[in-house]
């Protein structure tokens, strides 16, 4: 294998892992702006240069989608970036997304051959860089595109699951219609994932390239309830329908006083904010309710952006409360790390057993009691149990519930004979086929809560599945 | 955009839409919604479709306006357009033949009630309808309900029009008759529909209530619209509107949507605000 990188693999790992410029945590927690500002193209050289070029790639048996991660950075080395770009995009539909939000360190730098001794690679950093800079000088969504004439395809919902089917079905030449609930496109990357991690314009971009691909779009359609897949499929003209339609349902505690006023799921929270701009208001019409000490409850992803926008929004106190230890937590590292710094009290081993309210029932407080990890569950994790006697309450005026999602019924409840597993999640198989003929689902749907990149791999298996489908049915005797 | 076809208005504060929204008007059933945008930047706010036209694919909604957004949409007039309508939303009414049936309908309430009036009528149930309403301005759809009516009360809190009183004395006095009644729907504001359900529980007659929880999505994905029912959380959007008036737990959800009153009300004083320098200019 021809190396790129002249240095020997000793003057590499003396490199130190480069630092992306943050805005500074003192200040940052007022704005809105994305807190970290990426690589400029020195910091992208140099950060290259450390990968040692193995031999046997592990990096990309850590992607879930495979990213020719060792390749791309040859080509960064060579300094040929539009190259990088298209070798990510061979594989990774979203890599200005991904690059933001994907968990690095459990999956492509979790791998990295470099990371055994000394810091991984930065790939995710890496990628990012890419995706960027080919955004800003060759943006994708101007070369030109046939128009596809294909049969005709839906996708229901438009989160990274429906986005990736769309755009890889329309470049085989299908004519896609992605059909939304909401106002606007983009699934969790629009209402949940803050602008602080990945800013409008990066999803927009993605959006544009969908328009230029010849995808139709129609938001304000509830599948199920505006139309269903039947008629879809029966009456307007669909060959094929994908279901992509998240894991949107929250789910709360079970604990008294969950309905006092004050009290959000992190959905209703973050859809209050990043849709519809409530920490705009009264310029933007909808309002948000505010204490200015505030609880989250949860661990994941969707807890640190509660949090961390509840700073933004003027919380002087925000609570983190999470059942078991910093070892299992499933947030990002990066975010733990920056909510941490932007001053989010972690409260661990905190399981909250009780909301408690004033008179006109707003939240004045919430009772939790203190846990100590025990034997270990089903997931392998230790299960917390509750120290006796450990009941204190903590002052706040917000409680926000961020402990699972699970996928909303009603595309289920609408279609006759749809496979379903246990907590209503939509049943596949590897190639993302229902027991519907036709009729094809993934991302969170069909996973329960997952991940960006899971989202999208299940898009683009769906979208060759559909392919073969489409080209099996032609010769199908009618 | 959804261009809007004709705006008549009703009373002072009433105003009845017709508006271009061909995917609801071909699926819509009487009790369910449609959740509304005005305009970029404005809130999501949800409407009860009162009739729908296929051919045409309009639908209509009546509006009162009693706060920002609602004033707003109450100013606009034909040829002006609604950014987004999701729809229809919710679960439809279950009309049963029941027999003998209260229609009673409080406010702007009347006009949800309506749809469900028809259905009920044309599923062979005797209609009795009751409606009322703060003073007279406000009781609308009197001939339309009158229409599918075999009996029509009307009341007015402050005696302008028909009976003095709440809407719960024309039913009480029903309730209390011999022939008696077989199931209620009652659809206004959170207090009469609970009057509503408290009359009628006593002859443990089923009584069907329309929960105007406040709600953002409309599609079972933020959990705001949560309401109790027998102790169980179920959200209106998705589960409802329409529930068992006796399990509700009115208590909750009239505190539930005082949540925003600070908000509303600094909302309230930004509009006049605007109107009055829009007035000065
Ligand atoms: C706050 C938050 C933060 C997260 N952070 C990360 C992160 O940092 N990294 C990461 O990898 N993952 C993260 N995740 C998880 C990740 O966002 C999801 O796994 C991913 O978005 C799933 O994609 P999807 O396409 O399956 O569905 P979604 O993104 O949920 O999109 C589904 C879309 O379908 C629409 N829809 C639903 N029902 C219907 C219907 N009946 N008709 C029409 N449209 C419908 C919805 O409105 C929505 O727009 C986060 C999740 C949340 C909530
Ligand atoms: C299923 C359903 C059907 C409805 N149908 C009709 C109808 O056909 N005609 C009609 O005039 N009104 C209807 N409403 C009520 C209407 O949605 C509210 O009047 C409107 O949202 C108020 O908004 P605003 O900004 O004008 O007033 P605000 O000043 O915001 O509030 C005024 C009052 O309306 C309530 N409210 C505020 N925001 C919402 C919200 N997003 N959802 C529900 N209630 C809210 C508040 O509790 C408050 O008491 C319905 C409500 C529901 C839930
Ligand atoms: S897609 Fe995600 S996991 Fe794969 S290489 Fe890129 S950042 Fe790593
Ligand atoms: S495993 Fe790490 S060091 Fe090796 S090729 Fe991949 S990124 Fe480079
Ligand atoms: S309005 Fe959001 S779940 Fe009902």
Known sequence: MLRVNPLNPKDRVRIPRQACLEQPARTRWSTFQEVSSGFDHEQARLEASRCLECRDPVCTKGCPVGVDVRGFIQDLLRDDIATAAERIRRTNALPAICGRVCPQESQCEAACTMGRKFEPVAIGKLERFVADWEAAHRPAWQRPAPRPTGPRVAVVGSGPAGLTCAAELAQRGYRVTVLEALHALGGVLRYGIPEFRLPREVLDRELRLLGALGVETRTNVLVGRSVTIDELMDEEGFTAVFLATGAGTPLFLGIPGENLCGVYSANEFLTRVNLMGAHRFPEHATPVRLGREVAVVGGGNTAMDAVRTARRLGAEKAWLLYRRSRQEMPARVEEIHHAEQEGVDIRFLTSPVRIVGDAAAAVTGIECETMELGAPDASGRRRPVAVPGSTHVLPVQTVIVAVGQRPNPIVQATTPGLGTGAHGVVTVDEAQRTNRPGVFAGGDLSRGGATVILAMRDGRRAAAAIDDWVREGALRPA | ?281
């Open chain 2, 1 to 281: 955009m959804f261009p809007i076809r004709a705006a008549h208005p009703l009373s002072g504060s009433i105003t009845r839409f017709t508006v271009e929204a061909p995917l609801v008007a071909r699926k819509w059933r009487a009790g369910q919604f449609v959740i509304v945008r005005i305009a970029e930047g404005g809130e999501r706010i949800p409407l009860t479709v009162v009739t729908a036209d296929r051919a045409d694919g309009c639908i209509t909604l009546i509006v009162q306006a009693v706060g920002r957004t609602t004033r707003e949409l109450c100013a606009l007039r034909a040829g002006d357009a609604l950014a987004d309508v999701l729809g229809p939303l919710g679960n439809p009414t279950p009309i049963g033949r029941h027999g003998r049936v209260a229609c009673v309908g409080g406010g702007v309430g009347t006009a949800e009630l309506l749809p469900i009036a028809r259905a009920l009528r044309e599923a062979g149930n005797e209609v009795q309808a009751v409606i009322g309403a703060r003073t007279r301005d406000l009781i609308i759809l009197e001939d339309e309900m009158r229409e599918c009516a075999a009996t029509l009360a009307l009341t007015t809190d402050d005696g302008s029009y028909g009976r003095r009183g709440l809407v719960v004395g024309p039913l009480e006095e029903a309730l209390r008759a011999p022939a008696g009644l077989d199931a209620v729907y009652a659809i206004g504001p959170l207090p009469m529909m609970r009057a509503v359900a408290e009359a009628t529980r006593p002859f443990a007659v089923k009584t069907y209530v329309s929960l105007n929880a406040i709600m953002l999505d409309g599609t079972g994905m933020c959990g705001g619209c949560r309401v109790t029912l027998d102790g169980q959380t179920r959200f209106a959007c998705v589960d409802g509107p329409e529930f068992d008036g006796h399990a509700v737990d009115f208590d909750e959800l009239l505190r539930r949507n005082a949540a925003y009153a600070e908000h509303e009300r600094e909302a309230d004083r930004r509009w006049h605000e605007g109107c009055a320098s829009r007035g000065a200019a």
